[in-house]
């Protein structure tokens, strides 16, 4: 964040194409925010904090108990989610299966069905301040279900937009982009490029996270580019979290 705060503009508001875990809009300072993703579950479950606050969290809290952190449970609660049309059930289960699913992963089959499998953890964590903290800034973002192109769209001068795609593989390998059925592939991270250069163009400034590497390289080649080290923790293996160099690519409004 130390690094991301650095190299964001100043602005009125901050559109996000890729929100995540929300840890920046959380970490930043502008006057409002316009925050999509592609994945409906997660969209669902900030706008169901948002509204409800602390009725929501402690709905949400109910799952996490020994009762509930034991396989049976956890393929149970599995397979409601994915059978459920609920909203508000449904997003405190994608917390849920979150935090006790396999290495934190989010992860959906061809059919769309969420598919981590256990976890296997001592004593899942359930994180109330973290959301009370989300809670109480919430009132100044707006939570949408959107494609990346389609939310910057809505940009405006004076905007800023903050991209931490899925990121490009380091190797054949490592080819994982499928967080949603929908997956991230060249063609996207391509689009992706061009829709920040020409917005850039237009007067927003835009800022994309990825893995530096020869095809980012090329990607990125009109905007200002910011390398580091830094470690990669999603591994399973603890020897294979080894440092990895990513990048900030600045596209500077005009």
């Not at 402690?58 to 609920?86: I, L, T, V």
Request: net charge positive.
């Amino acid at each position: 964040m130390d690094r991301i705060n650095k190299v964001l503009p100043e602005g009125n508001k901050l559109l996000e194409p890729f929100t995540g875990s929300g840890a920046v809009f959380l970490n930043t300072d502008y006057d409002r925010y316009l925050l999509g993703d592609i994945n409906q579950d997660l969209v669902n479950l900030y706008n169901c904090l948002k509204q409800e606050g602390d009725d929501f969290i402690n709905y949400a809290a109910g799952w996490f108990n020994d009762k509930e952190n034991q396989k049976p449970a956890y393929y149970h609660w599995r397979d409601r989610f994915n059978q459920s049309s609920d909203i508000r059930e449904k997003s405190a289960l994608f917390l849920y299966l979150n935090r006790h699913g396999y290495n934190g992963l989010c992860r959906y089959n061809q059919s769309g069905q969420f598919n981590v499998p256990f976890g296997s953890y001592k004593k899942p964590y359930f994180p109330e301040k973290e959301m009370n903290i989300f809670y109480e800034k919430s009132h100044k973002a707006t939570f949408v279900c959107l494609g990346f192109e389609d939310l910057m769209n809505r940009a405006r001068r004076n905007n800023v937009v903050y991209c931490d795609p899925p990121y490009v593989p380091l190797s054949d390998s490592s080819n994982f982009t499928s967080y949603t059925k929908e997956g991230f592939g060249l063609d996207s991270q391509m689009r992706l490029a061009v829709k920040s250069y020409k917005l850039s163009k237009r007067g927003v400034p835009v800022v994309i996270s990825n893995h530096q590497n020869t095809l980012t390289n090329e990607l990125y080649q009109h905007a200002t580019i910011d390398r580091f080290s830094v470690r990669r923790n999603i591994s399973c293996k603890g020897k294979a979290r080894n440092k990895v160099v990513e990048l900030l690519a600045l596209y500077q409004s005009n």
